[in-house]
């Protein structure tokens, strides 16, 4: 494999955890930041993004990792009591060759339903009305949960 660039403060996830550009967040702690996918594969679909600048799991520090899949772990039961989902899918590509095209480490977590296809990765965007009312729901699952 061919070295990968060195990790580019100005994608476009470091630009939304430094509060430049929007987004509707529905969990955040020291760590971590969770916001929905503007071109959800499925409704629900949420992305789990560790502050800390990496471009992939390749270049993670093991910490981050660890805690990131915690995090992972609460969106996962969220989505499945908002949604009422049959499953969750968790996803994470590494590189362009796997299909990555945000160079700034995060993990795909979406609602699956029996019989129901996914959608294209990065395919139509969603409305923000749609979006919103999403993350509003998960958030209250979150902190149900943690009541
Ligand atoms: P990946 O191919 O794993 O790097 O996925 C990047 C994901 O980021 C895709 O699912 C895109 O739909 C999503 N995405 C791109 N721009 C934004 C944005 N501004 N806010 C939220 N999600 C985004």
């Known amino acids: 494999m061919t070295k990968p660039a060195a990790y580019d403060d100005n994608n476009i996830f470091a630009k939304i955890l430094r509060g430049e550009i929007p987004s509707h967040r529905i969990y955040e702690d020291q760590h971590t930041v969770a916001f929905m996918d503007v071109m959800p594969q499925a409704p629900g679909h949420v992305l ?6 990496s471009r992939n799991i390749l270049d993670a520090d093991p910490a981050t990792l660890a805690h990131a899949i915690t995090v992972v772990q609460k ?5 499945e009591e908002v949604f009422d989902a049959d499953g969750v899918f968790i996803a994470q590509f590494n590189e362009p060759a796997a299909g990555q095209t945000v160079f700034h480490l995060h993990f795909h977590v979406i609602p699956r339903h029996e019989g129901v296809a996914l959608k294209p990765h990065s395919g139509k965007m ?3 009305a749609v979006l919103a009312a999403n993350a509003e ?6 902190a149900r949960s943690s009541s």
């Open 75 to 79: 969106v996962a039961k969220a989505l």
């Open 48 to 53: 789990v993004v560790p502050k800390a600048p």
């Open 126 to 128: 969603e409305d923000g």
């Open 137 to 142: 729901k998960i958030r209250a699952a979150l």
